[in-house]
Nanobody, 114 residues
Framework: VQLQASGGGAVQVGESLTLSCAAS????????MGWYRQAPGKERELVAV???????DYANSVKGRFTISRDNAKNTGYLQMNSLKPDDTGVYFC?????????WGKGTQVTVSS
């Protein structure tokens, strides 16, 4: 099983980006899919998580601006990021628990400049 994240880039303050995370391989079901980020010099932090029953949770810093969603049929998750701020800069990683096993994808860089 592999997770492939994409959609990062360099944007200006207030702009939007959508990250995608596709799970490939022998995937029967994705229980939890989440997004983490790591800013330079900081620890990796949880940004958003979505379970297969539709429950979602967000870091306080992104509530109201970011939306996590998933397409279970495609084993793909998304992170819609609006009103981006410089503090949102970092490497974004997707993760998933698939049949009880945690997986991580390679990060995608998001840079927000003022």
């Amino acid at each position: 099983v592999q997770l492939q994240a994409s959609g990062g880039g360099a944007v200006q303050v207030g702009e939007s980006l959508t990250l995608s995370c596709a799970a490939s391989g022998p995937v029967l079901s994705v229980f939890v899919m989440g997004w983490y980020r790591q800013a330079p010099g900081k620890e990796r932090e949880l940004v958003a998580v979505a379970s297969d029953d539709g429950n979602t949770d967000y870091a306080n810093s992104v509530k109201g601006r970011f939306t996590i969603s998933r397409d279970n049929a495609k084993n793909t998750g998304y992170l819609q990021m609006n009103s981006l701020k410089p503090d949102d800069t970092g490497v974004y990683f997707c993760s998933a628990i698939i049949e009880g096993v945690p997986y991580w994808g390679k990060g995608t860089q998001v840079t927000v400049s003022s």
